[in-house]
Nanobody, 125 residues
Framework: QVQLVESGGGLVQAGASLRLSCLASGRTSGSYDMGWFRQAPGKEREFVAAIRRSLGSTYYGDSVKGRFTISRDFAKDTLDLQMNNLNPEDTAVYYC??????????????????WGQGTQVTVAL
């Protein structure tokens, strides 16, 4: 089992930056690909960014490409999401997720088996 705990959310003004962090514990050797998803009120949980365990290849949702950066520190068992130039449409609960195997479709939330409890990000005008 892998436990994931997110931190770093908060209330910011449009144009500001935030850095989210996800700390993995437990059998972290069992976590393979990792990603960030978000869910706004009344909407489905959507893909934000992901990173492969092998080679560290990164993937981004269209709405965050060029503004967000995902990174992983294996020594610290952390997954970070640097978010720049935030806008109100980024307001959501952000979730960290991990898989137990290589994911053919890393953007598909159903592929992930481990999830954090989420951290709220609110961007005001």
């Amino acid at each position: 089992q892998v436990q994931l705990v997110e931190s770093g959310g908060g209330l910011v003004q449009a144009g500001a930056s935030l850095r989210l962090s996800c700390l993995a514990s437990g059998r972290t050797s069992g976590s393979y690909d990792m990603g960030w998803f978000r869910q706004a009120p009344g909407k489905e949980r959507e893909f934000v960014a992901a990173i492969r365990r092998s080679l560290g290849s990164t993937y981004y949702g269209d709405s965050v490409k060029g503004r967000f950066t995902i990174s992983r520190d294996f020594a610290k068992d952390t997954l970070d999401l640097q978010m720049n130039n935030l806008n109100p449409e980024d307001t959501a609960v952000y979730y960290c997720a991990a898989s137990a195997r290589y994911l053919p479709n890393i953007r598909r939330r159903e592929e992930y088996v481990y999830w954090g409890q989420g951290t709220q990000v609110t961007v005001a005008l």
